[in-house]
C-alpha cells in the first residue's frame, strides 16, 4: 500500500500537491503528527484503502520531537513509504504569502518565518527521498511531476540532470558536480551550434585520456554516493551535472551516466539548460558567452 508523507515549506505548494494526489484516489489526512503515521497506516492497511498520503510541517512543530522514531517504526512496517519535501526561494515564497493574504503559520515576520521554518523543517528534508523546489514551477507543472513521480516502481531511483552554472545550480539534488574542466567544444566552430546530445560533441569532450580519466572519476563518485543514499534506506538520489551554459558538456556527461547506471536504475530528469533552438555560430550574429 502506498504511503507517501507531505512536507515542505509555507507557500511551497504543499496543498496543491495534496489536491494532486487526492485527484488520484489518495485518501488524504492534513497535518497529522508524526506519532500517528504508524496508525493511520495501519488503519487505512486493516480497511483495504490501497493509496494513503499525510502532511506535516510547521503546524506540527509540537509533535515533531520523536520524528526520528515515528519514521523509523512507520519504515519498518510499511516498506511502500515515501516522503516528498517542498521548497522554494524565500522571494518567491514572500510573493505567494502577499498574493493569498494568509498568515505564515509561525506568525511573525515573513523573512524571519522562513528562516526558522526551514531550520525547524531541517530534519523532515533530510528523511525526503524526493525534494523538490517549486520556484519555478507552475501548479500543473508539480501535479505533472508528482504523477509522474508516483507511477514509477519502488526501486531506488538514481535521477540526473543537466545544468548551467551561468543560470546558477538547481535547488532540488542532493549533489551537484561540476565538469567544466573538461575540453570545452564551445571552442570549436563546427561544434560550437551542437549540444552533448551530438556524438560529435561528445567525442570532443571525452576524446583525450585525462578526460576520460575525470570522467570515470565522477562515474564512481556518482555511485557510490547513490549506493550509500540506497543502503540508508532512501528511495531516489538526485545529481545536477553542471558545466558553464549547460549545452555542451554537462549534457554529454549527464547522458552518458544515464546509460552507463542502468544498475542504479538511472533517469534522466531533464537537461535544464540546453537550448531547444540551437542559435547561430558567433560570427553569424550569435551572442557570447561560453558554454
Known sequence: MPFVIVSGLS??????LLRTLEDSAYLITDNLPPALWLNMYELAQAQGIQNVAVSADARTRAFLHDLDDSFRELSFRAPDVRMIFLEAADEVLLKRYNLSRREHPLGENLLLDFARERDLLAPLRALADTVIDTTELTVPELSQRITGLLKT???FELRLMSFGF???PPRDVDLVLDV???????????LRPLTGLDTRVAGHVFATEDAED????????VTTAAERAERAGRHGYSVGIGCTGGQHRSVAVTERLAQELRDLN????LHRDMPSVIEAPLG???GGGTK
Open 11 to 16: 507557500g511551497s505548494g504543499k496543498s496543491s
Open 266 to 269: 538511472a533517469e534522466l530528469i
Open 284 to 286: 553569424e550574429g550569435a
Open 180 to 190: 567544466r574542466s573538461l575540453p570545452n567544444p564551445y571552442y570549436e566552430p563546427e
Open 214 to 221: 575525470f570522467y570515470q572519476q565522477v562515474k564512481a563518485f
Open 166 to 168: 551561468k543560470h546558477a
Open 153 to 155: 516502481d519502488r526501486r
